[in-house]
Structure formats: structure tokens, C-alpha cells
């Protein structure tokens, strides 16, 4: 792999994702995206005494679906990569100790997901491995006690909030072939514009977002409209239109392209504010909605940003701003299908729009 | 292309310009009926524990009791944060809110055990009322005896 | 009578204002209850809390402004009878009901309910 400018990555051989996954709750299984996900837990408990078990059964159960999509075994995998917004990233750590593999726990709060695949990938790429899963998850509630106040406390939530996503979302990543390529990833600067109010995490995240985009556009050599969508994890509806603007300031026109992960899987009749937000939105929106768009031929070159802001309640406290990150990858086609990659009713919807004769069809020889 | 240079003060106002607001007047409103539905309500069983001949100061303090214990079952119940939606600080300002203040980390906390769960989480939030409250009556009284 | 009218009015004014005071600074609902609470406790320094409970009734007893008037007339009461030793006696003195009251439910309640979804 090479370095292309102050912040990019170019992968010689681009890690292909094999196999992706999801775990919603049952918000997200309304919402507009509710068809693609693979698993809906039952509540927000998930058969378990208290939230934070809930969503660590939700990683541990999105990691195993993962694997079983393309019957493999968990010491085939090379390494754990993974974080999550719970205190010391407990929900990942814990689901990896079911696992006889090494594990790195990274924190990049909303950003885990991109940032997990991206150094994945740079591990592969560089021949120490040769299968990495990137998980991450969130929960409404375990989220919301730790970061705001109690879940049952009645404070009124401005319209500019956004809802935490209930998801856990699993990729694995490969030197064999797969449906999705990982050819570039642009690790992101920490940007802090000021913001001050937690519960306003968009306009927060916006900066970050529209920073790592215009650099990872120059190292690349790019420009907007080279990508089908440029995708972005949580801003929600107002730090999507203030990244839009952000980039217009600088010449940088994505109108025509840009959308947001959190503004997609809710709809407006669901009362989550501003749109979704969390580890657990990028991951799923990408794991079971973006991949097999991509896999099918509906987007050929995708970039796709995890933003996370990086604070806790007692830097709030403290009266400190919130400085956040954006990490981005970019995802291409291969032309390849494989089983790994979306629910079998998602394939067969996507697949009939295919000319069978374009696609060369792996599935069978998966394993 | 560039990096993005904005002051600060110069990001303020470009959020301002895109945040999502809801009418202060609505929620002026919203507060307005449901903070004065919970008093109503109060003054409604104060007067009827009047009538069947309980003292005035005893009527007022079972009516605060009444009050508490609503509060907080709604609080249980789950259903006091969605009222809290629309009523804002209609929910927050009455003694029922000081009891959903007590209800709600108390509730939550009881998974991390009854002692250093519960126990200690019952003033998470409704901490400061109560140091607050004592501290000023304090000094206000203290105030007074040096006049 | 007119006191339930008074109740509504008053108490439901105290609860518009405090949204007001939400929506416009950059305040926690924290904030509020204490700032309620001081005033409470000023206006009973003041002498002027009685005289609004005459008037409106529960519509300055409901709201949480009345923690800091049983608080301070509890120190007034005592203070006057029993001088420095009073400020301590008298804090929880007719506040007392109140915070009992408060612990002992919210005890009960979160040991029954689990909290929703």
C-alpha cells in the first residue's frame, strides 16, 4: 500500500469484504431500511437482565451471523477489530473473548465502524492477515444513561437531537475475492469548532466530516462526482446540510450525491429528531443496506464516512467544546457476488435486476 | 480545495441557520397546561381531604404525598417521560417531576445492585434540589438571626 | 372556587416561565429546580411566600419553588426559638414530610418497575 497525500491510504491489493451482518432493534426494523437488516432483537432488553448485556449478545450474535453466512469457523479469522460507545468499549471487549483470536479495541465513538474496516484493511493489505471482522454496536438506552440522563427522566429533547441507533453491524474483510473492494481509506483529523452542546452531536460532527472529505478528495485526486454517494455515518439532517454547506464554501459541490446514514434509517414519523446516530447506524446502514448496493450494481464507487464525536459527560461538564473525527473508505464493485453480503430476500430482489451474464458468480465456490 | 477555516463564532451562526427549532411559543403553551393541570390537581385534593374534615396544613401535606407517589408511578410506569415530551417544563417544575428526579436513575441503577446501585443513585439528580434548598434556607436564616 | 382557578393560572404561569427559561439559555433542567428552589426560599425570607399561597393556593405549592419555603420557614421557625442551634434543627423540619416521602416512594418504586423500553 502507498501513502497519497497527509491522510490516505492506497491498497495494491484491495481487501475484499466477504461476508457483512446486522442486529437492529425493533425501531430500526421500522424504519425505511427495516427490510434489509438480518436479525431483530425483541426489545430493547434482548432476553437479557439489564441493557449493556443486551447489546453485548447483539455484538456476540452479529459477529457470529457474520461468520456463519459464509460457514466459517472463528479460528479462521486473523483478528478482531472493534469498539463501541459503552465505557471502556465493554460491548466489544466482551464479545471478543469468545473469540481465540487477537483483538484490537479502538474508540473512535461513532467513527468505530469505518475506522475498524480501515485499519483492517491496511493489516491485510500489508500480508499479516488474511480475514479481519470489523464490528461495532450501540444501544438507545445503555447510551443514553451513560452519556445524558436516566431513561425514564422527563426532559423535553430539542428537535436537533438525534436517536442512538439499536444495531450492531459486522463485516469481514479478505485477500480472496468478495463483493465489495476497499481500495483507499482516509484517516481523519480531529476538528473542534466550538461546539458545546452534547445534545446537538450533528453540528458538532459536520466540520469533521466535510474536513476529512476535502482532503481525501485531494490526496485522491478526485472529485465528487467520481463517487455514485458519498455517504456519511450520523449527522443527521442538520449536520448533513451543514457539511453540504461547509463544502460549497470551499468549492466543493456534493449536492447531487451526498446522503447520511442517520438520516436514512429512521422516517420522520418515528420522533428521533435530527435522524439516527451511533456506532451502530453507519455499521448497519452499510453491513446490510450500502454492501449489497454496491455488490448488485446500483453504486459502483462509494465513499463512505464514520463521524464521531469525541467527548464524555464530564468534559460537558468541564465546560469543554466536543472535537470530533471522520474516517472514510472508499468502496468499489468487484463484479463478484458472494452469500455473505445481504439477507436472501435482498439478493433475490437485487439480483433480478442483473444480467447474469456480466457477473461472474462465486457462490458456489465460497468457503 | 481547502481545509475549513471558520472561527468558532462564525460556525454559530451558520448553525443557527440550519438547526431544527420548535416553536418557543408552542412549548410556552405545552408547559403552561400541564404544569397548571398538576397544580389543579393538587388544589382539587386538597380541597376535597378539607372536606372531610382533615386540618388545612395536614391536607397540604397528603397532597404533596399524593403527588409524589403519582409522579413516580407514572415514573414505573414509563409513561411520565412521554408526557415530559410535550409538557416540558410542565412535567419538570411540579413536585411530580421531583419525584420522576428521584424515580428515574433510581430505577435503572437497581442493576448494578440494591446498595451501591439504587441506593446511591436516588439523588443522582435531584442532588442539587435538596443541597441547594438546605443551603439557602440555611443562610437565609442565618441572615436573619444576624439582622 | 375561585382558588382552583387561581391553582391553574399561577401554577401553570410558573411552569410557562420555567420553559422559557429552558428554551432560551443554555440551562439544564438541573439548573432550573435549583434556581426554583432559592427563589422559594428568598420569597420566604421575604415574608411575601404566605401571602402567595393565600392567593393561589397550590399553584405555588405544587411546583417545586415550595421545597425552598418549607425549608426556610422550618429555619425561621426554629431560629427564632432556639437561635444558631435553630438553623440546623429547622431545616428539615417541615421538609422533612416532603423528602421522606420522596426517598421512601422512589425507593418503592424502582424496586418494583423495571424501566421501559
Known amino acids: 500500500m502507498k501513502k497519497l497525500g497527509k491522510q490516505t491510504v492506497q491498497f495494491d491489493n484491495p481487501p475484499q469484504i466477504i461476508s457483512s451482518a446486522s442486529v437492529v432493534g425493533n425501531k430500526e426494523s421500522q424504519g425505511p431500511l427495516g427490510d434489509y437488516f438480518d436479525q431483530v432483537i425483541s426489545d430493547g432488553y434482548n432476553n437479557q437482565s439489564t441493557w449493556e448485556k443486551a447489546q453485548m449478545k447483539m455484538t456476540e450474535d452479529v459477529v457470529n451471523n457474520a461468520l456463519d453466512k459464509v460457514n466459517l469457523a472463528k479460528e479462521d479469522i486473523d483478528f478482531l477489530l472493534a469498539g463501541d460507545l459503552l465505557n471502556q468499549i465493554v460491548a466489544s471487549n466482551f464479545a471478543a473473548r469468545k473469540f481465540p483470536v487477537p483483538f484490537l479495541g479502538l474508540f473512535g465513538a461513532c467513527s468505530t465502524m469505518i475506522e475498524a474496516m480501515a485499519v483492517g484493511s491496511m493489516m491485510i493489505d500489508g500480508g499479516i492477515a488474511n480475514r479481519i471482522i470489523s464490528f461495532t454496536s450501540s444501544h438507545y438506552q445503555a447510551t443514553e444513561r451513560q452519556y445524558r440522563t436516566p431513561n425514564e427522566y422527563g426532559d423535553k429533547y430539542p428537535p436537533y437531537k438525534q436517536w442512538t441507533v439499536t444495531g450492531a453491524g459486522a463485516t469481514i474483510l479478505s485477500n480472496e475475492t468478495g463483493g465489495v473492494a476497499l481500495t483507499m481509506a482516509t484517516l481523519g483529523k480531529v476538528i473542534d469548532l466550538g461546539v458545546k452542546d452534547p445534545k446537538d452531536m450533528g453540528s458538532a460532527m459536520a466540520p469533521a466530516a466535510a474536513d476529512t472529505i476535502l482532503n481525501h478528495l485531494e490526496d485522491s485526486d478526485r472529485s465528487p462526482s467520481d463517487y455514485d454517494l458519498i455517504i456519511t455515518g450520523d449527522l443527521g439532517q442538520v449536520g448533513k446540510n451543514l457539511t453540504i454547506e461547509l463544502l460549497a464554501e470551499q468549492g466543493c459541490d456534493v449536492t447531487k450525491n451526498f446522503d447520511d446514514c442517520g438520516v436514512m434509517i429512521y422516517n420522520s414519523k418515528q420522533k428521533v429528531g435530527a435522524g439516527g446516530s451511533g456506532c451502530g447506524c453507519s455499521a448497519v446502514v452499510a453491513a446490510s443496506y450500502l454492501l449489497p448496493q454496491i455488490m448488485y450494481g446500483n453504486f459502483n464507487r462509494v465513499l463512505l464516512l464514520g463521524t464521531g464525536a469525541l467527548l464524555n459527560p464530564m468534559t460537558f461538564l468541564q465546560g469543554e467544546s466536543i472535537p470530533c473525527i471522520a474516517h472514510a473508505v472508499v468502496l468499489e464493485r468487484t463484479g463478484h457476488l458472494t452469500e455473505g453480503i445481504g439477507r436472501p430476500s435482498v439478493q433475490d430482489n437485487l439480483a433480478t435486476k442483473i444480467e447474469a451474464t456480466k457477473i461472474e458468480d462465486l457462490s458456489q465456490s465460497e468457503g | 480545495m481547502g481545509t475549513i477555516d471558520k472561527t468558532p463564532q462564525e460556525y454559530q451562526k451558520l448553525i443557527k441557520k440550519h438547526q431544527l427549532t420548535d416553536s418557543k411559543v408552542k412549548n410556552f403553551f405545552s408547559a403552561y397546561l400541564i404544569g397548571g393541570l398538576i397544580c389543579l390537581l393538587g388544589q382539587v385534593i386538597i380541597n376535597v381531604l378539607i372536606s372531610t374534615g382533615i386540618p388545612k396544613d395536614n391536607a397540604g401535606a397528603y397532597a404533596t404525598i399524593s403527588l409524589i407517589f403519582i409522579g413516580g408511578l407514572l415514573t414505573g410506569l414509563g409513561v411520565y417521560d412521554e408526557i415530559a415530551q410535550f409538557a416540558g417544563a410542565g412535567t419538570i417544575v411540579p413536585i411530580t417531576g421531583f419525584a420522576n428526579a428521584i424515580v428515574s436513575p433510581a430505577i435503572e441503577s437497581r442493576q448494578e445492585g440494591y446498595i451501591l446501585g439504587l441506593g446511591a443513585n436516588i439523588y443522582s439528580i435531584a442532588g442539587p434540589v435538596l443541597t441547594y434548598g438546605m443551603l439557602s434556607a440555611f443562610l437565609i436564616g442565618l441572615f436573619k438571626l444576624l439582622l | ?117
Open chain 3, 1 to 117: 372556587m375561585d382558588l382552583y382557578l387561581m391553582s391553574f393560572l399561577v401554577g401553570g404561569l410558573i411552569c410557562g416561565l420555567s420553559q422559557l427559561f429552558l428554551d432560551y439559555t443554555n440551562y439544564t433542567p438541573a439548573h432550573l429546580l435549583v434556581t426554583m428552589v432559592v427563589t422559594g426560599a428568598v420569597l420566604t425570607g421575604l415574608g411575601i411566600y404566605d401571602y402567595l399561597i393565600d392567593i393561589a393556593g397550590a399553584g405555588v405549592t405544587v411546583p417545586v419553588m415550595n421545597f425552598g419555603y418549607i425549608l426556610t420557614k422550618g429555619v425561621l421557625n426554629e431560629a427564632q426559638k432556639g437561635g444558631f442551634l435553630g438553623l440546623f434543627a429547622g431545616v428539615l423540619e417541615v421538609g422533612s414530610i416532603g423528602v421522606s416521602a420522596s426517598i421512601i416512594i422512589g425507593f418503592l418504586m424502582a424496586a418494583i418497575f423495571r424501566p421501559k423500553e
